[in-house]
């Protein structure tokens, strides 16, 4: 089946240094979609991208869907330390299919 | 707005007692997802509905868990015997298909702790 690869697993960072993570595939996706959880609480969408090529800012976040379709990155400038928590980025396939495959996870810890 | 409501939000059971966890998608979406969180298999789909019709059910466990969506406000996923490995969070996603694009929002959750 389809599966994602995200890396890293976990980040330990200082206050105001940038990030980076990304998600890789063996398979063509459609969608990407990158969300943040934190604890107690559901993953939170905070970016999603439809276009192969397709750069997408929110805010301190960036997102680009890889031009291949396998890949997926985001990057979050100046960190703060209410950016702690753990991000996922999601695949979805085929057309008319509302499947979403999740990467495992990036766990952002930030020192003030 | 309103966004994915799930209760309880927290449940503690005994092995063998049946387990029902409920969801209110958000109004107007037409897409419902259950999935389980657990930190070895991370997030997984156990099913999901289009228009209140179950589509893939492939990610289901096995027949002690069913699911099902009577009206468009309304999903429950039942877990009859729960046992201690059904242990895990279970979240409920809504989203609305507008042409190719769609998302899912999720709602917060709810921890169950089968003993």
């Known amino acids: 089946g389809q599966q994602l690869n995200q890396s890293p697993q976990s980040m330990f960072i200082q206050e105001g240094e940038d990030v980076s993570m990304n998600c890789t595939s063996s398979s063509i996706f459609n969608t990407w979609l990158w969300y943040k959880q934190e604890p107690g609480e559901g993953p939170v969408l905070l970016i999603a991208l439809y276009k192969a090529g397709e750069l997408t800012s929110n805010g301190r976040l960036t997102a680009q869907f890889g031009i291949t379709r396998k890949d997926s990155f985001l990057n979050i400038s100046a960190s703060i330390t209410s950016d702690v928590g753990i991000y996922f980025c999601a695949g979805q396939g085929l057309q008319g299919a509302q499947k979403l495959v999740f990467g495992q996870g990036t766990r952002l810890t930030i020192n003030p | 707005d309103a966004g994915v409501i799930q209760s309880p939000r927290h449940e503690v059971t005994e092995m063998g007692q049946e387990v029902t966890l409920r969801c209110k998608p958000i109004s107007g979406h037409d897409y419902l997802f259950w999935y389980r969180q657990t930190m070895m298999r991370g997030l997984e789909l156990l099913i999901y509905?289009?228009?209140?019709?179950?589509?893939?059910d492939s990610g289901m466990p096995e027949d002690r868990f069913s699911a099902k969506m009577p009206n468009a406000s309304f999903s429950t996923l039942k877990i009859q015997p729960s046992e201690p490995r059904d242990s895990a969070v279970y979240f409920c996603a809504s989203s609305l298909l507008l042409g190719q694009v769609e998302t899912q929002y999720f709602g917060p959750g709810t921890r169950l702790l089968v003993l």
């Open positions: 509905f289009n228009n209140n019709v179950p589509i893939d």
